[in-house]
């Protein structure tokens, strides 16, 4: 699991070091004749992401998330967003409500 911000539109800079840190040539991933392949094979990710606005999975951040972890070889990733909050404050507990409940849902899958 990963929790993250959404800050100027990406990761933090602690995690995107940590990603930088483990993706290794030879050992999350190798180069074959067809292109690369990840390693990290048969494990889950799940992606929770508060956001002050609202960008349905589209940013920059949680395409990052997806497209580095699958080089790595992971397939298998849920996302949960929990945004808007600085969009539309007078709704955040609302915002944060509905995304715990959606994490416990997530949370039986893991």
């Not at 960008?55 to 949680?62: L, M, R």
């Not at 070889?73 to 944060?96: Q, R, T, W, Y």
Request: with cysteine.
């Amino acid at each position: 699991m990963i929790a993250t911000p959404l800050w100027n539109l990406h990761v933090p800079s602690r995690l995107k070091s940590w990603i930088d840190t483990v993706t290794v040539a030879g050992k999350t991933f190798r180069y074959t004749e067809t292109g690369s392949e990840g390693l990290i094979n048969n494990k889950k990710l799940l992606h929770i992401q508060a956001n002050g606005g609202v960008f349905h999975g589209q940013d920059p951040a949680s395409q990052y998330l997806k497209t580095i972890f699958g080089f790595l070889g992971i397939k298998d990733c849920s996302e949960l967003f929990v945004e808007g909050m600085d969009h539309d404050p007078e709704n955040a507990d609302s915002i944060v409500a509905a995304g715990i409940e959606k994490a416990k849902e997530l949370g039986k899958t893991f």
